[in-house]
């Protein structure tokens, strides 16, 4: 059994950063990817970033160049470093990990970007 625990969010003003950090109870380095969702409020959840157990990633044409997803797996983390962010990226952010066939996540942390 995976628990994930993320931290890092808050309220921050447009143009600013924020990190975020989700952090594993167990040995998540044989997983396969791990990321991050997103959900603002009256919209479906969205994927936002995935790292997989090689390191390749992938983003979401709308934080492509401005978020940078990494993992520690020796530390069972996984990060998201979100730069230059906008309004539009208010919502709940829940990290994930996809472990022996199946997928686990997060409480949520909530990330507000004020004008």
């Known amino acids: 059994q995976v628990q994930l625990v993320e931290s890092g969010g808050g309220s921050v003003q447009a143009g600013e950063s924020l990190s975020l950090v989700c952090s594993a109870s167990?040995?998540?380095?044989?997983?396969?990817?791990m990321g991050w969702y997103r959900q603002a409020p009256g919209r479906q959840r969205e994927l936002v970033a995935f790292i997989t157990r090689g390191g390749v990633t992938d983003y979401s044409d709308s934080v492509e160049g401005r978020f940078t997803i990494s993992r520690n797996n020796a530390k069972n983390t996984v990060f998201l470093e979100m730069n230059s962010l906008k309004p539009e990226d208010t919502a709940v952010y829940y990290c994930y990990v996809d472990y022996d066939f199946k997928r686990y996540w997060g409480q949520g942390t909530q990330v507000t970007v004020s004008s």
């Open positions: 167990g040995d998540i380095s044989r997983s396969n990817a």
